[in-house]
């Protein structure tokens, strides 16, 4: 291989990489208009971070945090909730986004209310365990918030 195959190469790397980070920030930024806009009261308050990913505090006692998969060109989001000490962070869902922009094969990143409506699913488990223990009285544990997650 030449130094111009080599080049020609890792230009194509660059912007496909690039892309993908573009892609990702517009999700990001969907999803924080969709829940900053919305006339529902989410009790989410967003919280600035450093880094590639948006963290949300859950009625002030729970993080969720949604980010890029690890690892190089990998085109999974995954969603996170953790106590505020990031302790007990688990996994309660993922997405996979495409170099164009499409969630899931279904949807792109540029519709907020698609945007919103799809984090929403993915996070109404939580909702409904914290609704159910509250309504019994009974105490959440992170493994009763995993099990509804992934249930």
Known sequence: MDIRELSDKA?????????L?????QYGNALVQGITLS???LHHTIACTPGDELRFFLFEHFV???QPGEG???HRIEYFLALPDDSDKILIGHANIDNDGCIDNTFSNRDREKVLTHYLELIQ???DSLYLAVHENTPVSMERLQQAAVA
């Open 72 to 74: 190089f060109n990998n």
């Open 21 to 25: 980070q573009a892609q990702w920030k």
């Open 64 to 66: 969720i945090h949604i």
């Open 39 to 41: 006339k529902a009261k």
């Open 11 to 19: 230009a194509y790397i660059a912007d496909k990489h690039q892309r």
């Open 125 to 127: 488990p939580i909702y």
